[in-house]
Every structure is written in structure tokens, then in C-alpha cells.
């Protein structure tokens, strides 16, 4: 009877797990159909402004015999020092959604070992700092309380350190690392080299030159100056929205195959458990069978 009792333990153990697990299935679905109408919407945007920023710096490159000469948009060949951002979930129970990230941040800094070149490493999100911190790699900033809340103006706050530095000459490169969303079942690897900005695919056209206007340098550097910060933030600032409504997903992923499998081992116990009674059933008629034939 023990046994049986131990069964039925597991039975009710799993049993409530599985509430559990539903339950946090139907929240994540609920959240996800939020953030992933935000992610839509903040795609769209963000391409936009990445076609505006990649137009415009190729229409100045096209029209300056020397090129573009904001730091910003210059090849660095030997860079001395890279920021790498990357951004995690503050929860776990989402599958390989975070270790994906960490993975990925992992090959760079050991490509940039090789390379001799020091990183920054900045991190958002408390799964990712942890695991970094217990494997003893300096952070050089971390936030938490962000990748799951994202907001516009503590992301430009984060930011902005990288994107002075990056002016000032301190650092020679700008790496933002994320699990983006793809769709309901998939998530998406996202390695942003976002300084400098790349205008190297842009062909210059006698179309494009003609139509350039004319603008004083000073006006220049200032435009370029104020959408290199609208750029860089607003690719921070969508990252993140971008990890968020992916970390729901694969959440929900997540608890819907443990809800599953509780169900199965439920399943499973409860064979057990009316197997084990059928045994001790038959054990007790043996037992009273044979008490009676030695009365008799």
C-alpha cells in the first residue's frame, strides 16, 4: 500500500505542475499577441530608418570625392576596442531562448581573443548577466528590469554611453546580440554590427549625384550626427522589443511541451498506480483463499 500511496503522491505532484504549466502557457500567449503587435509595428520603422540613414550617407558618399568623413560611417581596419551589447530574458522556463544569446556572445569574444581586440561587454537581462558573472567575465555595465519592460527613454540612457564613446574615438565598434521574433513557432539569431554604419553596398549613381543637395559641412555633420543617435538608439530600443515578444513565444513553446508531457507521465502514473492496485488486490484474495483452505 506504500507503494501505491507514493504513486498516487507523484500523481498529484505532476497533476499540479501541469496547472501550472497551462496556466503559464495561456499568460505567455496572451502577452505575446501584445508585444508582437508592437514588433511589427517597430520593424517597420525601424527599416525605414535604417533605408533613410543608408540613403543618405550613400548620397553624401557618392557626392565627396573623400568619402564620408563622420567617424561614424568609417571602416575601422584594426579595431583596439568593441562594445558588445546583448540582451536576455529576466526569467527562464523559455526553452534555448537564452542560451542561444549567450552562445553567440561567447564566439565573439573568443573571435576577438584571437583577434587581440578588448571588449566591453554590456548586458541586459538577468539571465545573461548571471551566467556571466558565475563564469567570472567582466561586465563592463548590466541592467536588468528592462528586457522584459522595455522602455524608449532607460534604452537611449543605456545607449548613449556607447554611441559618445564611439564619437570620442574610445571604442572602434558597436555589436548588438538578441534572440529576435520570427513567428508564433520561431526565433530568430540577431548579430547588429551597428557602428559603424555599413554604406559600403551603396552604388552611386549619376541619378543619385544630380539629385544631392547641396549643404553646408557644418549642416552636414550636424544631420548626420542626429541620425546616427536616432539610429543606434532606435535599434537598441527595438531589440529589445524585438527579444521580448520572441522571449514570450518561446515561452509559450516551452510550457505547452511541459504541459504535454505532464499529461503523459499523468498518464503513465496512473497505469502504474492501477497496476500496482490490481497486484495488491490479488496479493489480499491469495492471502484470504489460502487462510481459508488451512481452516478447512
Known amino acids: 500500500m506504500a507503494n501505491l500511496k507514493d504513486i498516487q503522491r507523484k500523481i498529484k505532484s505532476v497533476s499540479s505542475t501541469q496547472k501550472t504549466t497551462r496556466a503559464m502557457k495561456l499568460v505567455s500567449t496572451a502577452k505575446l499577441r501584445r508585444a508582437e503587435e508592437l514588433a511589427k509595428r517597430s520593424r517597420l520603422y525601424a527599416e525605414k530608418m535604417n533605408q533613410v540613414i543608408a540613403e543618405i550617407a550613400g548620397r553624401i558618399k557618392c557626392n565627396k570625392i573623400g568619402g564620408i568623413e563622420n567617424r561614424c560611417f568609417t571602416k575601422i581596419e584594426n579595431p583596439k576596442m568593441v562594445d558588445i551589447v546583448f540582451v536576455t530574458a529576466d526569467k527562464g522556463l523559455c526553452g534555448g531562448f537564452n542560451v542561444q544569446t549567450i552562445k553567440a556572445v561567447k564566439n565573439l569574444l573568443k573571435e576577438y581573443k584571437e583577434q587581440n581586440v578588448k571588449v566591453r561587454l554590456r548586458g541586459i537581462g538577468k539571465k545573461g548577466i548571471e551566467f556571466f558573472k558565475y563564469n ?10 528592462l528586457s522584459s519592460k522595455p522602455d524608449k527613454e532607460r534604452s537611449d540612457e543605456f545607449i548613449k554611453t556607447s554611441i559618445l564613446d564611439y564619437k570620442d574615438g574610445k571604442i572602434d565598434g558597436l ?54 543617435n ?18 514570450h513565444s518561446a515561452r509559450m513553446q516551452a510550457m505547452d511541451t511541459a504541459t504535454n508531457n505532464a499529461k503523459e507521465m499523468v498518464k503513465s502514473l496512473k497505469v502504474d498506480y492501477n497496476k500496482a492496485r490490481q497486484a495488491a488486490i490479488t496479493t489480499e484474495l491469495i492471502e484470504i483463499i489460502s487462510g481459508v483452505e488451512s481452516m478447512k
Do not use: W
Not at 230 to 247: F, G, K, P, Q, T
Open 136 to 145: 567570472e567575465v567582466e561586465l563592463f555595465d548590466a541592467v536588468v528590469d
Open 230 to 247: 536616432r539610429y543606434v538608439s532606435y535599434n537598441m530600443y527595438y531589440s529589445l522589443i524585438d527579444s521580448v515578444a520572441a522571449e
Open 175 to 228: 555589436h548588438i546580440v538578441y534572440n529576435g521574433y520570427k513567428n508564433m513557432l520561431t526565433q530568430e539569431l540577431h548579430i547588429n554590427n551597428v557602428l559603424p554604419v555599413d554604406v559600403d553596398a551603396f552604388e552611386c549613381k549619376d541619378t543619385e549625384k544630380q539629385s544631392m543637395l547641396e549643404v553646408e559641412a557644418q549642416d552636414e555633420e550636424a544631420m548626420l550626427d542626429a541620425l546616427v
